[in-house]
């Protein structure tokens, strides 16, 4: 856990911060090409598809809209094709981000996807059930 201090009006107070840990989940999506698997997950209209019901963009920053419930992201790095990574607007001035890479094996040409975030200990399972739900989804919008 990282310190922070807070100053106060007459003292100063000290919080403690839980540190995220970083979770890496890898998806064989075998059957996917990759130039769909791109759009899917680099273009605001593939990720409404399967990873939020809505995304709007204003310059670089990616609101997330989930049952009436909007999340905004900041478009940290971007290289078509390959990867995408945004930090969450709760996380700003720390490490974590969430990133989503393409991977293709050499020998096999088998495609996939390597999940990036960053949680607190007690939430790693329950990142873990949200993104198997995902890649379900995103699985059946593009047919492996």
């Not at 890496?24 to 598809?49: D, K, Q, S, V």
């Not at 990616?62 to 900041?74: I, L, P, R, V």
């Not at 945004?86 to 981000?97: H, P, R, V």
């Not at 991977?103 to 960053?118: C, D, F, K, S, W």
Request: include cysteine; glycine fraction near 6%.
């Amino acid at each position: 856990m990282k310190p922070v201090w807070i100053a106060g009006s007459i003292q100063l107070k000290f919080f403690m911060r839980m540190k995220k840990e970083k979770i890496i989940l890898e998806y064989p999506l075998n059957r996917a090409a990759e130039h769909i698997l791109w759009i899917m997950i680099g273009t605001p209209l593939g990720l409404a598809e399967w990873f939020s019901d809505g995304v709007t963009v204003e310059d670089d920053l990616y609101t997330f809209t989930w049952d009436e419930h909007d999340q905004t992201a900041k478009l940290l790095d971007k290289k078509d094709g390959e990867y995408i990574r945004f930090q969450w607007e709760a996380d700003e001035g720390t490490e974590a981000y969430f990133e989503m890479a393409i991977v293709t094996q050499a020998l096999t040409g088998n495609v996939g996807l390597i999940i990036t975030e960053y949680c607190l200990p007690e939430d790693a399972e329950d990142l873990e059930l949200l993104w198997n739900q995902h890649m379900e989804d995103l699985g059946n919008k593009i047919g492996v």
